[in-house]
């Protein structure tokens, strides 16, 4: 079954010296919010090995705080990409399409990605991207040190479309709430999961979530109110969530429309001792 979803895209810029300067944005120590506002020009990163590229690096590992992942919003303008996208041999991915279209190809198969166009790249996988279209491309970008086990085969990589699939309902929620799963939960390759959250206007996280998952929560579209670590947080299309083990989290969903997030997790493996240095 083919979705029309919509997603938020940042469209960088600098706000002019008339606009007030405080906003949402806060850092504490269960957890971020990054709201769309701030992503501005002046924040944007670039990587080498890539051409007509600049990125917001929305997370990355800090000692202390979140450790597990890095997420990035890539713009790629017509004619970029790059040969060599990913140095880390250790590191998987998930490419997210919010805005346009590119081409990439994995292990000499090439794919062609629209928006909502989804990627999970194993470690050591070859693969290259390209925007052969006439207008920019916005994608998420996320990456997670893989933890082998032996005896457990790495993933496939794959493509696929949030477009093209279906939700899974939670149980007895009338299916306000469900999630679009690009990984099998119960398949134990899998030692991280993006996936997309989606609420019917009104509906409930009902109860502060405590959890060893880390989370990162980019909101697609509508907003919401969230409890985080006790406090009350507004969030809308565009904002970033980024949620340490443990930082208790509910929520409630507003209108007129779906709220929607891309949702990162650390799922499926035993939990690393830090071991006395010898």
Known sequence: MSHKHTYYAPTGGLPPQTQLISDRAIFTEAYAVIPKRVLTDIVTSYLPFWDQMRMWVIARPLSGFAETFSQYIVEVAPGGGSNKPELDESAQGVLFVVEGEMDITIEGVAHHMGTGGYAYLPPTCNWTIKNNSDANVKF???????????????????????????????????????????????????????????????????????????HGLYVLEGKAVYHLNGEWVEVEAGDFMWLRAFCPQSCYTGGPGPFRYLLYKDVNRQMPFIRPKN
């Open 140 to 214: 998420h970008w996320i990456r997670k040190a893989y933890q082998y086990v032996e005896g457990i085969d790495v993933p496939e990589a794959f493509v696929t479309s949030d477009q093209d699939l279906d939700r899974t309902d939670m149980p007895n929620t009338g299916g306000v709430w469900g999630t679009t799963r690009f990984m099998d939960p119960t398949d134990m390759r899998f030692d991280m999961h993006v996936n997309v959250v989606t609420f019917q206007p009104g509906g409930v996280i009902p109860f502060d979530e405590t959890h060893v998952m880390e």
